[in-house]
């Protein structure tokens, strides 16, 4: 096991490689989630404003 | 009744061909130059102060000159280049001249054409002569100076067609200068890299042909397609 | 989506299982090679989302759909990250190998570094365009360019650094055995559906964001817990 860790000495080279793709993956996924709920809580507030007589008030979100 | 359709014949001007609208765009861009010299100084001034901080900054030793002086004056042409872009659509744009070239019904791509040559003439020919004058205080000697001038003569166009497809890109833009140069300045490494190349080798007395070939061939399709983009952005920008 | 990200999550362990447990090491590089597992699925995958990028963007241009340009805009970011993880992997790997974290004679490290800044160009034209056909359209017209340009560089840095002979990473593809290969492209396709779920994900935002008029949007925006659990 832990020569398997050690990788013939190349150890932190390769499990640098994959923590950060795998950290960078994961925010991929993080990033594309949060930009989801944040345009539907921008479509629900411009809505919520429409039904208070606001006429074509949708905001843009940024990013 | 009568009057309305002699009211339009008399607004509609005739659909010019192509080239008459080229001449008389390119006329008035360099009548409009002659008039603002400081577009033309402007960039061959920070060209000379870039070039001469180089020896300053690296080495001031002749063999380091002629080895960096084909890549710094590259640099330097392309950077210089840049200066005049967010004025190259951003002038039109303001005084109203874009929307009237856009609802004339003229050939826009021909519009696009002259500008870039009157861009080309003003801002990039100036630069490839200065490039000379530089390149033999950089100790390159007098057999470099045809493949320089004729490589960075195209290559200063490209940089000039991809610039004004940046400058259409961006017309109208608060921070227009920073973006087109961000636009353009990776474009330009295939230019780049045979640019350098065909001097540095015409400089160490070896057949330069190869590279000279490339720049010229990847100008002419930068030159031929980006007027096309530009005409094309300018219409996205304008709508 | 959950499909696709659960098919690539489970290809991507059976990947991993592959690479860093089953495969041998190699003969020259020992197990730093492993790096190969996700340098190559990160390289691969940010062309992949630059020729997503500038296909979508021909087909928004040309007809006129919002659709594509959404696309487009959704491939970006995820195109971007992969660009980055190809550079820093490679630089992870380069490091052992080369003795260098950077290397400037490597044709493909440059060829990645210039599709970054490419990338980089499209989303900050994109961003600072506020009406957002303007935005679509713009981007467009660049990705284009920008396509054209890739090939261009390819070939040219190729050509620069064949000049310079710098030591590359042995190119040992055409007698890697299949118990290095077979986890190699497992790890492809696992990115490739990571990539599809993700990019599902952008794609639903945009696609709301371009029809926001639209009053199956409004009643999604309603608010209503059941409709909105089932989308996503």
Known sequence: MMEWLAMGGYGFYVWASFALTFAVLALNLVLARARHQRIMNSLKASHADESAERPGGFREVTS | MKGSPRLLEQAAAPILRPVDTFRTVLGRELTLAYRRPADLLNPLFFFVVVTSLFPVAVSPLPETLTLIGPGVLWIAVLLSALLPLSNHYGQDFDDGTLEQYLLSGQSLVAICVAKTVALWLVAGLPLVLASVVVASSYGLGTNVFGVLSITLAAGSYAICALGAVAAALTVGMQRASALIALLVLPLMVPILIFGTRAVSLEATNMVAKGPIYLVLAVAVLTALLCPLATAAALRISME | ?232
Do not use: C
């Open chain 3, 1 to 232: 989506m959950p499909w696709f990200l659960g098919l690539s999550v489970l290809l991507m362990v059976g990947g991993l299982y592959g690479g860093l447990v089953l495969a041998p090491a190699d003969y020259q590089q020992g197990d730093a090679f492993r790096i190969i597992y996700v340098h190559v699925p990160a390289a691969y995958l940010s062309l992949l989302a630059y020729m997503v990028m500038a296909i979508a963007s021909v087909i928004g241009l040309i007809w006129r759909m919002k659709l594509a340009h959404a696309v487009a805009a959704s491939a970006a970011p995820i195109g971007a990250s992969f660009t980055f993880l190809a550079l820093a992997t490679g630089s992870l790997w380069g490091k052992p190998m080369w003795g260098t974290w950077w290397q400037w004679a490597d044709p493909r490290m440059l060829t990645e570094l210039i599709l970054l800044f490419l990338y980089f160009g499209f989303m900050t034209l994109r961003s600072n365009i506020s009406e957002r056909s303007r935005a679509d359209r713009a981007g467009a017209v660049l990705a284009i360019v920008g396509v054209v340009n890739v090939v261009l560089v390819h070939y040219s840095v190729e050509w620069w650094a064949s000049l310079h002979q710098g030591q590359t990473i042995a190119n040992s593809d055409a007698t890697m055995p299949a118990s290095m290969l077979t986890p190699l492209l497992t790890m492809i396709l696992a990115f490739s559906l990571f990539f599809g779920a993700v990019m599902l994900q952008r794609l639903r935002g945009e696609v709301l964001l371009r029809e926001a008029g639209a009053r199956w949007v409004r009643r999604l925006a309603d608010g209503q817990v059941a409709e909105r659990g089932k989308l996503t």
